[in-house]
């Protein structure tokens, strides 16, 4: 990892972190939108196993904020989802397999370490000290996004979303990574210019990312609580 990437990465606030954990979830019980009923945002195949049927799932406010966002792209661009709600038993599974490969490529670090580090590109299910979390792509209120153009091609993002496990350090997922091109880099920016526009808050450890509703997006926009627990 470069002194600039590493930099980047120490000031980010990782999604298990106390702060965030210690925001309050207050159910809202709002309805959940797929997108295979629609036709305004486009999404991906079923990510990291075949058999997925809830990844094209989310808060109907999620998908009103997301195509309000993508009236808001230039160029003709247009969103297009890799997941959004997720199981906890995938989430468990993502998670362990993460931190096998962390743990594989640090031998000499602690338990604590490698679980922290594992947290930059999954959320637990289950916390350090044994609490059970939220993740919030079980909310139905996290997405992965990326940009496609006019012809449904998949623009210079610098990383696809499906290859994130193997970015060993997590030094190209970051969002403002310096390792990628700056074709890349400017894509990052339009993309995350729209979201913000509109509410969405970004992990800033992947640039495909984004929330609206959950204890990560309260935290940042300062909100008392969450209003998505796990569906």
Known sequence: MTSANAHIQ???????DPKILAIP??????????????????????????????YTKMRKQVYDKLVEAQALLPNGLKFRIYEA??????QERLFKDRFEIVKKSNPAWSHEDIFKETT?????VVNIDGTRNVPPHSTGAAIDIYLIDG????????????DWILDEDGSISVTDS??????????????????????????????????????YWAYYKEQPFAFYGSV
Do not use: C
Request: aromatic letters at 8%; zero cysteines.
């Open 10 to 16: 120490q000031d980010i606030l990782l999604i298990a």
């Open 25 to 54: 979830v207050h159910e809202n019980h709002e309805e959940l939108v797929d997108l295979r009923s629609q036709n305004i945002i486009a999404f991906g195949s079923s990510p990291e196993v075949p058999n997925n049927t809830d």
């Open 85 to 90: 709600l997720r199981s906890l038993s995938l």
């Open 120 to 124: 930059r590109l999954v959320s637990p």
């Open 151 to 162: 012809k449904g091609q998949v623009v210079d993002m610098g990383i696809r979303t499906e």
């Open 178 to 215: 310096t390792k990628i091109s700056a074709e890349a880099q400017a894509n990052r920016k339009i993309m995350g210019d729209a979201l913000s526009k509109v509410g969405f808050v970004n992990y800033k450890t992947e640039y495909w990312h984004w929330s609206y509703g959950d204890r």
